[in-house]
């Protein structure tokens, strides 16, 4: 893609341009080598543009299949829209590839939401790594907050580390359960409920309000319990019980999140989370590149089976092998200049 492209398509893109965003989303979804730059190139021309930025809310939703994550997103991003938000909902799913589908692939759920022109719902990326999956659903997020949508939705299955993914890229973190039940008998893993600022107790409906009501009791109890997060208000952690089939309770866990979020925001925690978020991610990114680039080298890929397989095989230490490798790649990174310098003088002659 020519940079003439890029600057029109970051244009149409910031005006709020549905098919642009989706055509910027297909581009840093992408795991083809040859779409990065393109891809690096809108990401940086829009964070230099981005001032609504802060305007938005990104929050995570987790919960076990089942539990209702659709429905409720799709009442509860009805309202919001109803009442002038503009919602995106992402999802991260890194299973979604081994089991051929996607959280978010099925045209079924939210419905009305994917067709309503202030929402927008993208199914979870293709990729093999969480890692990978993670990144390009943090740059979604840039992309949809860049095209004016200020709500932002992570949605997740409570299936292995995608939960701290989430949590690594929104405000506040927000965990769906069903009546019944403790956390365990749900297949909610262990650490989970630590992340949560708000567990909502779903279904507390019909024949299931009594038993959602209890289990919420039995969870305010048990998140009193657990230590308060620096500062946040009385009162957080929180336990709630909604039903995404009538509407109820649907505010109220609106209230709470937006309570807390305004809350972080107010004091500067909101800002300095995102600050420590985007260095880990820097952080991330500046180690997958250095390995990407030794798997690149034929040479140093080479020498890395053969460090690999002595540390394996306990003959060298880990840390001398990497010390190794380093000096390898620095080698391999002047000699990479050299190369670079002949070719800027071969473009000049
Ligand atoms: P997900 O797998 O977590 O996304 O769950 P879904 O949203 O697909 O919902 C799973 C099932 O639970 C569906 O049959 C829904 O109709 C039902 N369901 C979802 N929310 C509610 C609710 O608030 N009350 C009741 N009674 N059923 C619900």
Redesign the pocket.
Known sequence: MEAGDIDALAEALSTGDRRALARGITLVESTAPRHRPAARALLSQLTARADARAAARRIGLS?T????????IEALGSRLIAQGHRVAVLAVDPSSSRSGGSILGDKT?METLARAPQAFVRPSPAGRTLGGVARRTREAIALVEAAGYDVVLVETVGVGQSETAVAEMTDVFCLLLAPGGGDELQGVKRGIMEIADIVVI??A??A?KRAAEATQADYQGALSLLRRRAGDPEGFPKALTA???TGDGLDTVWQALTTLDDWRRDRGWRDERRQAQALTWFRQSLERGLVERLARDVGLARQLEVAEAAVAAGRETPDACAERIVAALRIALAGADVDADDDAHAGQD
Do not use: I
């Open positions: 919960g299949p089942g539990v209702g994550k659709s429905s409720f759920r779903n279904k409906d019909g299931m039903s995404a089939m």
